[in-house]
């Protein structure tokens, strides 16, 4: 169980051009969901935090209208990187916090996707 | 910024040797978390630690809240190869956001 799926897991795209990140919880409801950024040797870094059905709450020093994040449902939240620079290439991981009585309030990840932006 | 500090950074250390690594905090946690990352992966839940005090096991694993809800530490016993990685200790704030630590890369050798 707490299973979070992350697609894809590699992009390469031109600069200038938009990319759409899908993170899903596969067999629990997330209410809360996470976005995090980590460099090469270096933590994970968050980005924000999208609870579903409202818009998401962004760390300080991160473009709202840059990185667009949408949670329509309990099990889906997308990230949407606009406009890309090379400057944006990094790894971008997701997590979903189960929404359930009683649950553990842990945070399970995805696998990542490694973008290159050229 | 990161109110974790994990420690060490790094340890190159012999198959079936023991491996030991903490993590303090500025402040109070709730929660107390250990991940493993592999390379080009996302973090995998090792264990994880609720009350202030507890110690939990989980295989060759074994890690344990700090009575001052500052710290926690995680131990690897009898190391294998496939324990390459990087940990990562995690805390849940008053806000509930998660905090990271730096990391400490193991590294296993026969």
């Known amino acids: 169980g707490a299973v979070v799926s992350q697609h894809p897991s590699w992009v390469i795209c031109k600069s200038g051009t938009s990319v759409k990140i899908e993170c899903r919880s596969l067999?629990?409801?997330?209410?809360?969901m996470f976005w995090y950024r980590q460099f090469p040797k270096q933590s994970l870094m968050l980005m924000a935090t999208?609870?579903?059905?409202?818009?998401?709450?962004?760390e300080q020093g991160v473009e709202k209208d840059k990185f667009l994040i949408n949670h329509a449902s309990l099990t889906l939240s997308t990230l949407t990187v606009t406009s890309a620079h090379p400057e944006d290439s990094s790894f971008y991981i997701c997590?979903?916090?189960?929404?359930?009585?009683?649950?553990?309030?842990?945070?399970?990840f995805g696998a990542g996707t490694r973008l290159s932006v050229l | 910024g990161q109110q974790l500090n994990q420690s060490p950074q790094s340890m190159f250390i012999q198959e079936g040797e023991d491996v030991s690594m903490n993590c303090t905090s500025s402040?109070?946690?709730?929660?107390w978390l250990w991940y493993k990352q592999d390379p080009g992966e996302g973090p995998v839940l090792l264990i994880a630690?609720?009350?202030?005090?507890e110690l939990t096991s989980n295989g060759r694993l074994t890690a344990q809240f700090g009575i001052t809800r500052k710290d926690s530490f995680l131990n690897i016993s009898a190391s294998i190869p496939s324990d390459v990685g990087i940990y990562f200790c995690?805390?849940?704030?008053?806000?509930?956001?998660?905090?990271f630590g730096a990391g400490t890369q193991v590294v296993v050798t026969p």
């Open positions: 999208s609870n579903e059905g409202s818009k998401a709450t962004y």
């Open positions: 997590s979903a916090r189960e929404f359930r009585v009683g649950s553990k309030n842990i945070q399970y």
């Open positions: 995690a805390g849940t704030d008053s806000w509930g956001k998660l905090q």
């Open positions: 402040s109070i946690f709730n929660t």
């Open positions: 067999d629990f409801q997330a209410t809360t």
């Open positions: 630690l609720y009350k202030a005090g």
